[in-house]
């Protein structure tokens, strides 16, 4: 049986948050972002609504994780806002921005686990760094949030004895550690098996109801996020390509989210990478 | 060409820069981090430190009876090989011990640091640290900085140690150099000044050593190659500041 408990349970304590949060969470406001010449984003604009489960997809490359690290501030726009519980997160000094990420959960499309630490002392990380807890109560509260996915059982392994799936689970419980307003997936189920992946959507949408927080999920895999996002947007040539439920996504009208909504392999993502003119290259200048 | 050298240039003083602000922000951050995390400190002390006693320790051995051979060999000829011990003891306080120790622990403990900063970069664990609101310049660089700046005049200490020691067995044991000769010459010539000279090379070169394997690590390209790159400029950058500053600081101390 899964159960999930706050940190602020075990303290005895409400949760972490200072009042009502306001209905859209996180905005981007006009954002620009380059990485030199190459335009990533162009003018987008998105709204991430409180307590939703929220899909980012689209095609590869056209900058999911980017866009992820923007919200997050690892990265600077080059123009534009992003705006996160009514604070412009540019405007942060440094020590109020990790104030803010306390309030964020990741979890990395590796896990990115702390590899000289136990799983154990991996979900105990941010709990000993950003609390004063007797390591009686950090037991009580990692095992709590190890259970939660799974792994209790596996508290005194080491990362490289993980296989794909527990090590994206261990990542899970250890996000999840500080009671996150908002939790972030990046490419969560890429390589797992389908046996791992249906566990980390059952885990995804089981965590966003029970700790009653905010899920962006960024991910290319249609079926599996559409099973659990509230809203999706479809990101395309840097700006939002469509947005909607994933019911109203199937049913567009838009030719490139048809394409990407079905896996269709040529469209207005074309096959082929831009090149030449084929008979050309193979045979050279004037070869008609 | 002109145009190729100017933006090489450019971007040499750009890293330059860069490397110069991210020195100075371990200076500033090192008071709280040897208050709050001292057991991170302690513990890389061991790893550079303690991990590399084992080659310290035989090259010091060596480079000892080297000096102490050619010292004889070179001295025979003017009938002073009594006075082995002080070029032995000079040798190895002021000069080679100082920058031997240094390449060697760029070698073993700089590019350790390297490889280990770049592959935490390239698995993601220092964005998830930033991500979880822990800062790793705090957590990861600068205890490896101070690991590194601590553990260099130790080794330093310990290669000169066993350097006139090896010393003393190729030319007291195996030479025939009077004991007493070898070591009074050396307790004459010696004072604290060149004591003073090495151990300020050694604080220099660990400064050095460690800024740059931590440096280096901490901005190199998350891939297998940029992280062997990065790996390999450690111990070039690194031989060839310890090789610059060595100039500097006899100049300095003549």
Not at chain 1, 239 to 256: H, I, Q, Y
Not at chain 2, 25 to 48: E, G
Not at chain 2, 56 to 85: K, R
Not at chain 2, 141 to 155: E, N, Q, T
Request: hydrophobic share 45%; proline share 4%.
């Amino acid at each position: 049986m899964l159960c999930y408990a706050r940190l602020g349970d075990h303290l005895g304590i409400p949760n972490n948050r200072s009042g009502k949060l306001p209905d859209n969470l996180i905005e981007v406001r006009d954002l620009d972002f380059s990485r030199g010449d190459r335009t990533i984003f162009k003018n987008l604009n998105l709204t991430i609504a409180q307590g939703d489960v929220t899909a980012i997809m689209g095609p590869s490359g056209t900058g999911k994780t980017t866009l992820l690290q923007l919200i997050t501030r690892q990265l600077n726009p080059d123009r534009g806002q992003v705006i996160v519980d009514g604070v412009d997160i540019a405007t942060l000094n440094h020590r109020e921005l990790y104030k803010l990420r306390q309030r964020f959960g990741v979890l990395f499309q590796n896990g990115a686990l702390l590899t000289d630490m136990s799983v154990f002392e991996n979900v105990a990380f941010p709990i000993r760094e950003h609390t004063k807890l007797p390591d009686s109560l950090i037991r009580h509260v990692v095992l709590t949030k190890l259970h939660a996915v799974g792994l209790r059982g596996a508290a005194y392994l080491m990362p490289a004895q993980l296989s794909g799936g527990m090590a994206r689970r261990v990542a899970l419980a250890r996000a999840i550690a500080m009671d996150p307003d908002v939790l972030i997936y990046d490419e969560p189920f890429v390589g797992l098996d389908p046996i791992s992946m249906g566990v980390i959507v059952k885990l995804l949408g089981q965590i966003n109801d029970a700790l009653d927080i905010t899920s962006i999920v960024v991910s290319h895999d249609v079926h599996d996020v559409a099973a659990v996002a509230d809203f999706s947007y479809v990101i395309a040539d840097g700006n939002v390509a469509a947005a909607g439920t994933p019911a109203e996504l199937k049913e567009t009208d838009s030719e490139l989210v048809k394409q990407f909504m079905h896996g269709l392999p040529d469209g207005p993502v074309g096959f082929h990478y831009d090149a030449p003119d084929y008979e050309e290259q193979l045979l050279g200048k004037g070869a008609k | 060409m002109f145009r190729d050298i100017y933006i090489t240039f450019e971007q040499f003083l750009h890293n330059f820069g860069a490397m110069c602000l991210f020195f100075v922000r371990m200076v500033l951050y090192t008071p709280s981090v040897f208050v709050k995390r001292f057991r991170l400190v302690a513990y890389q002390v061991y790893n550079a430190g303690a991990l590399s006693l084992v080659v310290i320790m035989i090259s010091g051995l060596f480079v000892g009876g080297v000096l102490g051979l050619l010292a004889y060999s070179s001295l025979e000829q003017f009938n002073a090989e009594d006075t082995t011990g002080i070029f032995a003891g000079l040798g190895l306080v002021k000069g080679i011990g100082p920058v031997i120790t240094a390449l060697l622990f760029a070698g073993r403990a700089g590019t350790a640091l390297t490889s280990e900063i770049g592959l935490m970069k390239a698995t993601d664990q220092l964005s998830a640290m930033e991500m979880m609101a822990v800062d790793p310049l705090r957590y990861v660089a600068v205890p490896r900085f101070l690991g590194g700046v601590i553990s260099m005049p130790l080794l330093t200490a310990i290669f000169t140690a066993i350097g006139l020691l090896g010393a003393h067995l190729v030319a007291v044991e195996q030479l025939g150099v009077d004991v007493g000769s070898y070591w009074q010459q050396m307790q004459n010539v010696l004072d604290m000044e060149d004591i003073q000279e090495g151990i300020t090379k050694s604080v220099v070169f660990g400064v050095v050593a460690s800024s740059v394997a931590v440096w280096e690590g901490y901005n190199s390209t998350p891939t297998a190659e940029g992280v062997g790159r990065a790996t390999t400029r450690t111990v070039v950058v690194t031989s060839i500041a310890v090789l610059f500053f060595n100039y500097m600081i006899t100049a300095m101390y003549l």
